[in-house]
C-alpha cells in the first residue's frame, strides 16, 4: 500500500514562512490535499488537488509539488496557525484506498 | 450551515458490535460521497471505508475489511458503520467525512464519536 510520510514536527517563529512535507514514491501521479487539525477539534481541509486553497482558507497557505514531495507553505506564521497538518491522497491499487500521512505538529515559538 | 453529527459510540467488550450513526444536513446529502475516517487517542488519521453518492460503490481499509460495514440512506440524509468483532486497536474517534465527489478531498467533517474498546 502506499506510503506517505511526512516530519513529526516543525518548528518556527511568528510572521516566518512554515514549511511541511510529505513525501511519497511518484507523488506527482497523485492529487495531494492537506487537512489542519487543531487540538480538540476536527480536521479542517486547507489545500486541495496540490495548490487550490478552499473557499475561506487565508492565502497564506499554499501548496506545491516537486520530486517526490509535497509541501505546504504557511506564510507569515500567526499563533492560531498552530496544528497537526496531515497530507492525503487516493490509491488506487490494488484496490481504491485514502492514505493519510503521518502528520505534522506545528509548533509556532 | 453544513453539518456531520456523528452518534452511536459507547464503551464496548472486544468481540462485540456497534454501529455508528451519521446525520448530514445543511447540503445535499445524496450529491456527497462519505467516509469514516479514525483517529486513535494521540495518533493520526486512518481512512476506513468509502461509500458513493448512491451507494453502489464502496471501498474499506484492509485493517476493517470484513468486520466492519458501511451504508446510507439518502432519504434519511445518514451514514451508517455497522462494526463487529471489535478489538481494542479499534478504540478511536470516529468521523464521517463527505467529499462532493469520488475520490475527492474531504470537505465535510463531523465532530466524532468516540468508540473504546475494553474489558
Known amino acids: 500500500s502506499y506510503v506517505l510520510t511526512q516530519p513529526p514536527a516543525v518548528s518556527v517563529a511568528p510572521g516566518k514562512t512554515a514549511r511541511i512535507t510529505c513525501g511519497g514514491n511518484?507523488?506527482?501521479?497523485?492529487?495531494v490535499h492537506w487537512y489542519q487539525q487543531k487540538a480538540g477539534q476536527a480536521p479542517v481541509l486547507v489545500i486541495n488537488?496540490?495548490?487550490d486553497r478552499p473557499s475561506g482558507i487565508p492565502e497564506r497557505f499554499s501548496g506545491s509539488t516537486s520530486g517526490n514531495a509535497a509541501t505546504l507553505t504557511i506564510s507569515r506564521v500567526e499563533a492560531g496557525d498552530e496544528a497537526d497538518y496531515y497530507c492525503?491522497?487516493?490509491?488506487?491499487?490494488?484496490?481504491?484506498?485514502?492514505?493519510f500521512g503521518g502528520g505534522t505538529k506545528l509548533t509556532v515559538l | 450551515q453544513v453539518q456531520l453529527v456523528e452518534s452511536g459510540g459507547d464503551l464496548v467488550k472486544p468481540g462485540g458490535s456497534l454501529r455508528l450513526s451519521c446525520t448530514a444536513s445543511?447540503?445535499?446529502?445524496?450529491?456527497?460521497?462519505m467516509n469514516w475516517i479514525r483517529q486513535a487517542p494521540g495518533k493520526g488519521l486512518e481512512w476506513l471505508s468509502y461509500?458513493?453518492?448512491?451507494?453502489?460503490?464502496?471501498y474499506y481499509a484492509a485493517s476493517v475489511k470484513g468486520r466492519f460495514t458501511i451504508s446510507r440512506d439518502n432519504a434519511k440524509n445518514s451514514l451508517y458503520l455497522q462494526m463487529n468483532n471489535l478489538r481494542a486497536d479499534d478504540t478511536a474517534l470516529y468521523y464521517c467525512?463527505?467529499?462532493?465527489?469520488?475520490?475527492?478531498?474531504?470537505?465535510?467533517w463531523g465532530q466524532g464519536t468516540l468508540v473504546t474498546v475494553s474489558s
Open positions: 467525512a463527505g467529499a462532493v465527489g469520488g475520490f475527492a478531498p474531504f470537505d465535510y
Open positions: 445543511g447540503f445535499i446529502f445524496s450529491d456527497y460521497y
Open positions: 461509500i458513493s453518492n448512491g451507494g453502489r460503490t464502496i
Open positions: 511518484n507523488i506527482g501521479n497523485y492529487r
Open positions: 488537488y496540490d495548490v
Open positions: 492525503q491522497v487516493w490509491d488506487g491499487s490494488p484496490v481504491h484506498s485514502g492514505v
